[in-house]
């Protein structure tokens, strides 16, 4: 059946389209926002507030620090976007601000560092299975030291490669690889120990 038969049959479009589609829309979204748009911002911001969110969370296990890191990543990046080349898409670039948020953040409360496990937030769950195991992991992530856990959230749970975390945390990509393996290693260790 071509296309043309199928969208007469009402055959629904394939990934492909909807990812266009929707490349389509953010693009004209990133446009009008830079023309000083804010509903299209606004647009951008309920697309990407939740897996942004999420990754703050994760990164420095305190609900209302990954909230500063979120709208302060949004601030920065509507006064950035003229800035933007579209070389990537918008999610990577407003993760990379994000990612410098929580690093400035973890800076900041370096002196002020504490390990009271009972004020770790909960991120959304990663689906693996029961609500007590979701926790149960986010507050094992939340132990690992720093450095481990950035790269564990940016590589192994948001998928960047070793190359882009290495980038937007500014170490080696052979440091970023050992910190995964670090973490997935102190991860398993904890998990197992209950």
């Known amino acids: 059946m071509n296309s043309d038969a199928a969208s007469a049959a009402g055959a629904r479009p394939?990934?492909?389209?909807?990812?266009?589609?929707?490349?389509?829309?953010?693009?004209?979204?990133?446009?009008?926002?830079r023309r000083g748009d804010?509903?299209?911002f606004e647009a951008l911001y309920r697309r990407y507030a939740g897996r942004t969110y999420a990754m703050c969370l994760r990164m420095t296990g305190n609900e209302a620090t990954a909230q500063d890191c979120l709208q302060e990543a949004f601030v920065k990046a509507w006064s950035k976007l003229d800035r933007f080349e579209s070389r990537s898409r918008f999610g990577t670039w407003l993760h990379r601000i994000a990612v410098n948020e929580v690093l400035d953040q973890q800076r900041r409360?370096?002196?002020?560092?504490?390990?009271?496990?009972?004020?770790?937030q909960v991120a959304a769950p990663l689906q693996l299975g029961s609500r007590a195991?979701?926790?149960?992991?986010?507050?094992?992530?939340?132990?690992?030291?720093e450095g481990a856990r950035n790269?564990?959230?940016?590589?192994?749970l948001h998928g960047y490669s070793h190359e882009e975390t290495g980038a937007m945390l500014g170490i080696a990509v052979g440091t970023?690889?050992?910190?995964?393996?670090?973490?997935?290693k102190l991860l398993s260790e904890r998990l197992a120990a209950g």
């Open 14 to 33: 394939g990934p492909k389209a909807d990812a266009d589609s929707q490349d389509a829309e953010e693009t004209a979204w990133i446009d009008r926002a």
């Open 38 to 40: 804010r509903r299209a």
């Open 109 to 120: 409360d370096a002196r002020h560092e504490t390990d009271d496990l009972e004020d770790v």
């Open 133 to 145: 195991e979701d926790i149960a992991l986010e507050r094992a992530i939340a132990t690992l030291p």
């Open 151 to 156: 790269v564990l959230v940016l590589s192994g």
């Open 176 to 184: 970023c690889k050992a910190q995964l393996h670090r973490a997935r």
